[in-house]
């Protein structure tokens, strides 16, 4: 499970790669679950919410960048 101080430190890039992983191993952790192979049903909660965590800081980052260019044409 990630910590969100560890994401914070990580680059744009970083998480969007990360982010990719993530969601190919919720596709994997599906596909099991409907087969009935699943060994860790944990794991898809821990994914699930890793995910969110990851949107969630892409969203502030652009809030935030969106709102400096804001600060920046209205100083202007």
């Not at 910590?3 to 970083?14: F, N, V, Y």
């Not at 087969?35 to 990851?54: F, G």
Request: charged share 35%; net charge positive; aromatic share 2%.
């Amino acid at each position: 499970m990630s910590k969100i101080a560890d994401l914070r430190a990580k680059s744009d890039d970083e998480l969007n790669g990360e982010l990719a992983n993530l969601k190919k191993e919720q596709f994997n952790l599906r596909f099991q679950a409907a087969t009935n192979q699943l060994e860790k049903p944990a794991r898809v909660r821990e994914v699930r919410r890793s995910i969110a965590k990851i949107k969630t800081l892409q969203n502030e980052r652009a809030a935030s960048a969106a709102g400096a260019e804001r600060a920046r044409s209205a100083a202007k």
